[in-house]
């Protein structure tokens, strides 16, 4: 008996193990809901809003098929609507009834750019014939497909969001299964080693006589049958049938996933959206690559047309300047590369106007490196980030708390009057403190305690005047470049990134007399001096920190930079 249960019970595991099988492969639901998009052909980009992304859970996999190149990219739907600007283009849209996607073609003119590598866009793929991508949900995130730019958009798109089946049931059959299979297991020892111990040796004993047998008449109606097998035999039927019944309970085949509830309109009016960071810390660290690799490569080269895709401004300048002055003398050392290898804050600005800017402060490359503040800006949605200042931290100096990358900093106005002092006057007032100390009326304005840039151009300025005797000099300190970058710190201060043009005029004050340069000076001169006198320009990156009008504390130096740009005689 205990055989024939093990057999049930190995017939039954088998049978609820195949079950279980079968609904994770043949009867197994889709894993993806996919809608497929037919494009006209005839515009060059396709946009998918994050709405019609949103249509169903889940993150969405966009993939394009064409015939050359093709390109898929996602980034925050305001820029890459930004990014398309007034050009012709096709976008998805959903159908009225919610449950469906179709395209429009949206009028525009022809000004067309080719969108891959922009600095806009959080992640892309390229791909000859194919390119797909996987877009994060939750997010404002918009969907950029096209070849080069110029050409058709891929004709063959497809969205496919994910379907998360549940395996319970199938989980259920594969567990309850191998119970059974242990159980016949177990069952199928047990019988065998019951039948071992009964065998043995048996010896034939006579019958001994019986008398005669009572046997009574057949009757015409039935007993009830009692005893243990009757009662085994309905125990065994009890989980057949609920085998059965869980098998067919369980191969049924899930219908498409349930569209997300769409919010009313009076919960989208009352929501706050704010104003995302302009980049994130992905976007961040490939742009500060090729930061990298066009300032490594000019360098080496001496080539200043290598910067120009990702360097502008002050930082340019400067390089240029360095440039001419290495070709004077080879004892002229190279510029201190720009450091990237590690990433100590993060600070883009929050705004959805460009141009757009960010801060970034790395540590330098070598042990006597200090760290580095670099200021990115990005002047229209279609053009690179590009590196406006470089400045080294001076040493000991702290970056006041600032919000977190996540968040982003507001961009602080280059006349704003709520700082201690406008951002467009600090090369004014702190040209003024330089060449009048205490007397000038900036200088309460100022942490100048420990301030080693300050104390050295003021220390050299009147280092120069006591040493002239038949010359004089003069000292002026203006705004070097328009384009100041503030953005805002967590005390509703103000980090501000400017340049100071210094510039020193000496003229000879006796007859016969001349002046003389030496150092750089000479070699960008080409002599030793000028018999009129010589006009030298020279120019400081500065990074400040300005407290608020109603703060208690004082404007502080943070880092600063000088270089030569240029001299000439009267």
Excluded at 326 to 336: R, V
Aim: some cysteine; glycine content about 8%.
């Amino acid at each position: 008996m205990r055989f024939l249960l093990a057999a049930l019970l190995f017939i039954l595991a088998i049978s609820l193990l195949l079950l279980g099988l079968a609904q994770r492969t043949i009867w197994a639901p889709p894993d993806s809901f996919s809608v497929n998009l037919s494009v006209s052909g005839n515009e060059p980009y396709l946009v998918i809003p994050a709405e019609e992304l949103a249509l169903m859970p889940g993150d969405p996999v966009i993939g394009g098929i064409g015939d050359g190149v093709v390109f898929v990219a996602y980034g925050q739907e305001a820029d890459v609507l930004a990014w398309v600007g007034e050009s012709l283009y096709s976008e998805a849209v959903t159908s009225d009834d919610g449950t469906a996607l179709g395209v429009r073609d949206v009028a525009g003119n022809t000004d067309l750019a080719n969108p891959s590598g922009s600095d806009l866009w959080i992640s892309q793929s390229l791909g000859e014939g194919f390119a797909e991508l996987a877009i994060p949900a939750g997010g404002n995130n918009a969907v950029l497909i096209a070849s080069d730019g110029f050409e058709p958009a891929p004709i063959r798109v497809r969205v496919a969001w994910p379907i998360e089946n549940s395996t319970v049931v199938s989980e259920i059959f594969l567990g309850v299964g191998f119970g059974f299979l242990i159980a016949a297991i177990l069952l199928n020892i047990l019988a065998l080693r019951k039948m071992l111990i009964n065998r043995g040796p048996r010896r034939k004993v006579p019958k001994a006589p019986q008398g005669p047998k009572y046997r009574p008449k057949k009757s015409n109606y039935d007993v009830p049958k009692r005893g243990r097998r009757s009662t085994r035999s309905k125990i065994a039927i009890v989980p057949i049938g609920i085998a059965l019944t869980l098998a067919l309970s369980g191969c049924s085949v899930p219908t498409a996933p349930v569209v997300s509830p769409t919010p009313s309109a009076s919960e989208t009016e009352t929501a706050v959206e704010a104003i995302p960071p302009v980049v994130n810390i992905t976007q961040v660290r490939n742009i500060l690559r090729q930061i990298q690799e066009a300032v490594s490569l000019a360098d080496e080269s001496g080539d200043s047309s290598f910067l120009e895709p990702r360097v502008a401004g002050p930082a340019l300048l400067f390089r240029q300047a360095h440039y001419l002055l290495m070709t004077k003398s080879p004892e002229i050392q190279p510029l201190p590369p720009i450091s990237g290898s590690a990433i100590s804050i993060t600070l883009p600005a929050s705004t959805s106007n460009w141009p757009r800017s960010c801060m970034i402060v790395t540590e330098g490359e070598g042990s006597g490196e200090l760290p580095q503040l670099l200021v990115l800006q990005q002047a229209s949605p279609r053009e690179s980030y590009k590196l406006w200042y470089n400045i080294p931290l001076l040493p000991g100096s702290e970056i006041p708390e600032v919000a977190a990358p996540e968040i982003g900093a507001i961009p602080v106005a280059t006349d704003s009057l709520f700082l201690k002092i406008s951002p467009n006057q600090l090369p004014n007032a702190f040209g003024d403190v330089i060449d009048n100390g205490q007397t000038s009326q900036f200088y309460s304005l100022f942490d100048l305690t420990e301030d080693e840039y300050y104390n050295q151009i003021s220390t050299s300025q009147k280092d120069q005047i006591e040493k002239l005797r038949r010359a004089e000099i003069t000292f002026t300190h203006t705004l070097g470049n328009e384009n100041i970058i503030s953005l805002s710190t967590s005390d509703s201060g103000a980090l501000v990134a400017v340049m100071m043009t210094d510039n020193y005029l000496i003229r000879p004050t006796r007859a016969n007399a001349a002046v003389t340069v030496s150092g750089n000076e000479q070699l960008l001169l080409g002599a030793e001096g000028s018999a009129k006198g010589v006009r030298t320009e020279y120019a400081g990156m500065l990074l400040f920190y300005v407290p608020a009008a109603i703060a208690e504390g004082k404007i502080t130096l943070l880092g600063a930079t000088q270089s030569l740009l240029s001299i000439r005689g009267l």
